[in-house]
């Protein structure tokens, strides 16, 4: 069964940094791309970056481009967020997923964890 687990999350001032983690299992990931996504309240889940787990090729959203780094740790099957200079437009709930990378879709999500920024 598969299982994604976040961590990370809280309360961070405008400016600020927080590392967000998302422990994977069930599944072995070479062939597996994991993202991380988040919706604010009132809005739709969006896209923020995403890895290829053989091979670690990252991808962003302009939104967070410069200022958020993806990054995975394939012998503890984590990955991970760092997040930089936070805004208030980043409080979101984030979560992650996965999709086989050939797949349309990801078909696997987490339960989330809630980012706060406050200005």
């Known amino acids: 069964q598969v299982q994604l687990v976040e961590s990370g999350g809280g309360l961070v001032q405008a400016g600020g940094s927080i590392r967000l983690s998302c422990a994977a299992s069930?599944?072995?990931?070479?062939?597996?791309?994991m993202g991380w996504f988040r919706q604010a309240p009132g809005k739709e889940r969006e896209f923020v970056a995403r890895?290829?787990?053989?091979?670690?090729?990252?991808f962003y959203a302009d939104s967070v481009k410069g200022r958020f780094t993806i990054s995975r740790d394939k012998a503890k099957n984590t990955m991970y967020l760092d997040m930089n200079s936070l805004k208030p437009e980043d409080t979101a709930v984030y979560y992650c997923?996965?999709?086989?990378?050939?797949?349309?879709?990801?078909?696997?999500w987490g339960q989330g964890t809630q980012v706060t920024v406050s200005s």
């Open positions: 069930g599944r072995t990931l070479t062939n597996y791309e």
């Open positions: 890895v290829t787990w053989s091979t670690g090729s990252t």
């Open positions: 997923a996965q999709r086989f990378i050939y797949a349309a879709a990801y078909d696997s």
